[in-house]
């Protein structure tokens, strides 16, 4: 009878230990793509950064002008994040709340 009993916990045991260790393994897939992903638009968007200055630069004839203006676009692009960024969030929330009917206005 013992041997019934612990059999059957040890059973069930392996059981939801398989299931929580397929639940940890998916978390963590999904963290390490994420990550990978962030890192590649970083990079991206460096080396594209990067390209769009020098050929400002080579444009202009100068590689002053030519970090100027990009960091400049960088400048207008966060100012208008900062002042306006939540109203655009908002909008895209509430667009996609009312195109999946979860809210009605």
Do not use: P
């Amino acid at each position: 009878m013992f041997f019934l009993i612990k059999h059957f916990i040890y059973h069930h045991w392996n059981k939801l230990r398989n299931k929580l260790i397929k639940i940890f393994i998916s978390i963590m897939i999904e963290i390490i793509i994420n990550f990978l992903l962030i890192m590649l638009f970083c990079i991206t968007l460096f080396f594209g950064c990067l390209s769009l200055s020098f050929f400002i630069s080579f444009y202009f004839k100068d590689y002053f002008i030519g970090f100027s203006i990009v960091t400049l676009l960088f400048l207008f692009f966060f100012l208008f994040l900062f002042f306006l960024g939540k109203r655009i969030i908002r909008f895209i929330v509430n667009v996609f709340l009312k195109k999946y009917k979860i809210i009605e206005k």
